[in-house]
């Protein structure tokens, strides 16, 4: 028996109990390895992916940029009531009315009301149509010496983060840069929005394949957060984060790790061990070892993660069935001669109470 199968087995005779759990095994594991490794010859299985999901635009208070009408206006406090309760679409009907209360040329408070509807076109993935509110909010700030700043730092932002889910980076770009002009100029350098800018703009290079200047802004972004918000807190976590995942596309996976490990160590204080988010942490660091072939680490790791997701939302929901397989495709590669569920449960068997 190799070493790595040795290291392996007592690993797991170890420590499944604790990984898995000992209450839900029987009914939640064994039923799930059983229906993959039965579709097992029907199916095309692919290698576990070593790239992690594409990250996401961030914007610093993402539901919320603090821009408010100056004159009370009610069906804009009933638009707000719809958002919160996550109706957009009721939501958007009311902002669009509330725009058109605000009806005198270019009154602000209804450049604030576009805005707020552009907000919930880009939520419904509504695109052309958040572009068209975005920029008849941005004209109407353009147009007025009194309009604050900060504020069309917002517009600016919104109309890049739109331009990103279409694809159009450089269009993307080309707004963040003016918001952080403002940014810059009106808040500091090293404000959190300012991060937050920095972060976005690294996005776009991220998008486009340019890592090493996709690296340069996180690492901006990262500067300003460790200072100001501290190193626990969930944006330090996110560019933990993202920094690593371009450090996983570039194939460095010692180097992700390392990344993926700081974003653990906070995501645990914030959130415990237990949570959903801690699930997939694992699974990226097991994505990592298994890109230089570390398959008995990467195991361990989709092993914790599995027993996250299975106590969490079942044998049924994507996340688990993915991490299982996940799971199975690491054993395989392993070269442990059993078929995994077999294995697994000689481990069971074998395992003192």
Known sequence: MSESVSKKKKWWKENWHRILGTGGIT????PLLVVFINNHGTTNPTEPSTHPAQTTVEQTEQDNDGIKPKTYNLNYRRAEIQEEQLNYIEALELYLQAAEDYS????????????????????????????????EAWAIYNAAPEANQVELAWIYNRLANVYIMQGLYE????????A??????????????????????????????????????F????????????????????????????????????????????????????????????????????????GY????????????????????????????????????????????????????AAQLDSTPS
């Open 27 to 30: 009914a939640i594991v064994i």
């Open 104 to 135: 005198e040329e270019n009154n602000l408070d209804r450049a604030v009301a576009l805005n707020s509807a552009g907000r919930m076109h880009y939520k419904l993935a509504q695109y052309d149509d958040a572009i068209e509110c975005y920029n």
């Open 171 to 178: 269009k993307a770009l080309n707004w963040y840069y003016k």
């Open 180 to 217: 952080l002009d403002i940014r810059e100029m009106e808040l500091g350098k090293d404000h959190p929005d300012t991060a937050g800018t920095y972060h976005n703009i690294a996005i776009v290079y991220y998008q486009q394949g340019e890592y090493e200047k996709a690296l340069e802004w």
């Open 219 to 290: 690492f901006k972004a990262l500067a300003i957060r460790e200072k100001v918000l501290g190193k626990v807190h969930p944006d330090t976590a996110t560019t933990y984060y993202t920094i690593a995942t371009v450090y996983m596309r570039q194939k460095e996976y010692e180097k992700a790790l390392e990344w993926y490990f700081k974003e653990l160590e906070i995501k645990e204080k914030l959130l415990g061990k237990d949570h959903p988010d801690i699930a997939r942490v694992y699974s990226r660091i097991a994505n990592a070892y298994y």
């Open 293 to 344: 072939f570390e398959f008995v680490d990467a195991f361990m790791y989709y092993s914790m993660a599995l027993r996250i997701f299975s106590d969490k939302f079942g044998p049924e929901h994507p996340d688990t069935k993915t991490c299982l397989d996940n799971l199975r495709r690491v054993y395989e590669r392993s070269g442990l001669p059993t078929p995994l569920d077999d294995w697994l």
